[in-house]
């Protein structure tokens, strides 16, 4: 059954959060294993996901998640190895913009508080599916293979993979992605040792975990033609072939600088493990994306003299400020990029030394912000708290 389908259209505010269909403080998500399959000739991943979920009310009696542009094939209980009962989910509601609701029934079993039922989802994505960005060879900087990645923040993680989709649910998740040999996959977490394993017809499977809890819209995929070397003493940068030198050069000064002035600058570990970067080919649409393990950075930050890597000292902030400590849900989005701020340029002076780029950098971010009306709304916010204006 595809979501994608007219169905009873939302007409108020969804669920907990006011983007999200998920029922996530009745049933919340605790896990996610994912295994997806990457196609390049019909643009669409297939596989399946199972979610290991907790019920925390005695009156539940169903999981609800989001799901946008998905064909949902069948959903069963357990996962593959345990076998299962066959569920009939239902979507009763399909949002033009928030997607739609998936419905799953809690067994009779499971429908009492502190039950943990797991669910396996068969699913494939289409080419609609937003979150996915598909490039032709042409595309790409060696124009020899094809490439895609995910970009899922705000709202875009339902479009990939079902699930509760928003900044109130942070789970670990373990992935598998198969694709065509000699490309790539990288995501964001621990990469397996046996990487990659190599099928019977001839793909090759790359498995990663996030150990950390962390919202749906950080998980991250990439399938290219990529590279990796490393930058620092636990951070490497992936790359395609004709821009990784650039790359290695770029980021391999200031990286590892970056990551122990963050620890000093919040009195907090850096905790999440390796720290990755990928170059994206110049599709990409922003400087970059704090995807934990994995930070999605643009090729225009190849300046050659290292003038742009105070970007990767906002995504390293975030590692604290938006990954650690996270929105609750999207109508408060500016708490994660406003909470870098200062300290991104902390990290930068703490790193560098370089006062005369602190001092411009915090005041331009500052009018940037203050431009798009976050500290304005945040400021109303407030003043509206104590019955002000």
Not at 10 to 20: D, E, I, R, T, V
Not at 58 to 71: F, I, Q, R, V
Not at 140 to 149: A, Q, V
């Given at each position: 059954m595809s979501d994608s389908k007219d169905h009873k259209v939302?007409?108020?505010?969804?669920?907990?959060?006011?983007?999200?269909h998920s029922n996530w403080k009745d049933v919340v998500v605790r896990h996610y294993d994912i295994a997806l399959t990457v196609d390049f000739k019909r643009s669409i991943m297939h596989g399946h996901v199972v979610?290991?979920?907790?019920?925390?009310?005695?009156?539940?009696?169903?999981?609800?998640?989001?799901?946008?542009?998905?064909?949902?094939?069948?959903?069963?209980?357990?996962?593959?190895?345990?076998?299962?009962?066959?569920l009939p989910f239902t979507i009763p509601i399909n949002d033009p913009t928030f997607g739609s609701c998936l419905s799953i029934p809690l067994p009779a079993a499971a429908q009492k508080k502190g039950?943990?039922?797991?669910?396996?989802?068969?699913?494939?994505?289409?080419?609609?599916?937003?979150?996915?960005?598909?490039?032709?060879?042409?595309q790409?900087?060696?124009?020899?293979?094809?490439?895609?990645?995910t970009q899922f923040e705000a709202i875009l993680a339902r479009t990939s993979i079902p699930t509760q989709d928003?900044?109130?649910?942070?789970?670990?998740?373990?992935?598998?992605?198969?694709?065509?040999?000699?490309?790539?996959?990288?995501?964001?977490?621990?990469?397996?040792?046996?990487?990659?394993?190599?099928?019977?017809?001839?793909?090759?499977?790359?498995?990663?975990?996030?150990?950390?809890?962390?919202?749906?819209?950080?998980?991250?995929?990439?399938c290219g033609s990529l590279v990796s070397r490393p930058v620092g003493p636990r951070s490497a940068v992936w790359a395609e072939k004709?821009?990784?030198?650039?790359?290695?050069?770029?980021?391999?000064?200031?990286?590892?600088?970056?990551?122990?002035?963050?620890?000093?600058?919040?009195?907090?570990?850096?905790?999440w493990g390796p720290y990755d970067m990928v170059v994206l080919p110049a599709a990409f649409p922003y400087g970059g994306m704090e995807n934990p393990q994995l930070t999605f950075l643009s090729s225009s930050l190849l300046a050659g003299d290292r003038s742009l890597t105070n970007v990767v000292a906002h995504e390293i902030m975030h590692s604290w400020a938006g990954n650690y400590v996270?929105?609750?849900?999207?109508?408060?989005?500016?708490?994660?990029?406003?909470?870098?701020?200062?300290?991104?340029?902390?990290?930068?002076?703490?790193?560098?030394?370089?006062?005369?780029?602190?001092?411009?950098?915090?005041?331009?971010?500052s009018l940037v912000y203050w431009r798009a009306a976050a500290l304005p709304v945040g400021i109303r916010r407030v003043f509206g708290t104590f019955g002000i204006g």
């Open positions: 939302a007409a108020k505010p969804l669920g907990p959060c006011p983007h999200s979610i290991s979920a907790e019920v925390l009310s005695d009156a539940a009696k169903e999981l609800l998640l989001d799901s946008k542009n998905l064909a949902i094939e069948r959903v069963t209980t357990g996962t593959e190895k345990e076998g299962g009962d066959v039950a943990k039922p797991k669910f396996r989802i068969e699913y494939s994505t289409t080419p609609q599916s937003a979150g996915i960005q598909w490039l032709k060879a042409e790409t900087g060696t124009k020899k293979h094809p490439f895609c990645y928003t900044p109130a649910v942070k789970a670990p998740y373990s992935i598998a992605v198969t694709c065509p040999s000699p490309l790539v996959a990288v995501c964001s977490g621990d990469a397996d040792k046996s990487n990659p394993t190599f099928e019977e017809d001839g793909q090759l499977t790359f498995r990663y975990t996030q150990r950390q809890p962390i919202p749906a819209y950080l998980i991250a995929i990439v004709n821009l990784i030198d650039r790359a290695v050069h770029e980021f391999s000064a200031d990286t590892e600088n970056y990551i122990v002035a963050g620890e000093k600058v919040t009195g907090v570990r850096y905790d996270t929105n609750a849900d999207w109508s408060s989005f500016w708490l994660n990029e406003v909470s870098t701020l200062v300290p991104s340029a902390l990290l930068h002076y703490t790193a560098s030394t370089d006062l005369l780029f602190v001092f411009w950098f915090v005041l331009f971010s």
